[in-house]
């Protein structure tokens, strides 16, 4: 009878853990392909920056996959979304905006599920989404100085003074590509990662459930 037990019981665990992971994959897709819907609906902030910068709430899908499912899941719908996007689209800067926008969405979401998942709960989550919407506006600063706007002039035939132009038109202290970013592109990037933060922090629990209920059929 032991034999026959030992012989019942030991394939639940790979069913089970195959099971797992194909719902973890249908989870992603799913959440990715609602990012993909949302990174189409932008509208800009005009008095914040150049109506090139639009706002899109793309990141609320990739945030909760980051909590629900952990960091790498969170990356891989952030790839996802934005090669989707890619596809449907297509690229101006020969991938590199893409590129770009790729690793200013993961330092976003990177950080605010790594801190999410040593302590789950909500005001580790909230605290999560404060410290990647400030390492966002960071590298988001760096990445338009240095890769973006350098790349979206070539790609547009624009001299980099067009964009010092049309940030002294917003901001009057604008008078440099660095400036440019730090006065313009810093405060576009924290007011999303705030929106993103709000709706993320008014929907996950919702969410969660649903994804849940899911997993556990």
């Known amino acids: 009878m032991s034999d026959n037990t030992v012989n019942n019981s030991t394939p639940v ?5 195959k099971h797992r992971n194909v719902h973890k994959l249908v989870q992603v897709a799913m959440l990715s392909a609602v990012a993909t819907v949302l990174m189409l609906v932008e509208f800009p ?5 150049p109506s090139f910068y639009e706002i ?3 990141e609320v899908p990739v945030l909760i996959a980051g909590f629900a499912m952990g960091p790498v899941a969170g990356i891989v719908t952030e790839f996802l979304k934005v090669l989707l996007h890619v596809l449907i689209k ?6 590199v905006g893409d590129i770009a ?3 200013i969405g993961c330092a976003f979401v990177v950080p605010a599920s790594l801190i999410y998942k040593h302590h789950k709960s909500k005001n580790s989550a909230l605290i999560g989404m404060i410290s990647g919407t400030v390492i966002m506006a960071v590298v988001g600063v760096l990445m338009n100085a240095y890769v973006l706007l350098p790349a979206y002039g070539k790609a547009f035939n624009m001299p980099i003074e067009t964009f010092i132009e049309m940030g002294a038109a917003i901001h009057p202290a604008v008078n440099s590509v660095m400036l440019f970013c730090i006065l313009l592109v810093a405060p576009f990037n924290l007011i999303k990662g705030a929106v993103d933060t709000l709706i993320t922090m008014l ?10 209920s899911f997993w556990n059929r």
């Open 13 to 17: 665990k790979p069913v089970q853990g």
């Open 45 to 49: 902030l005009p008095f914040i920056a």
């Open 101 to 103: 926008n790729f690793i």
């Open 90 to 95: 297509g690229t101006s800067t020969a991938f």
């Open 56 to 58: 899109d709430l793309s």
């Open 203 to 212: 929907l996950y629990k919702k969410i969660s459930i649903l994804l849940k």
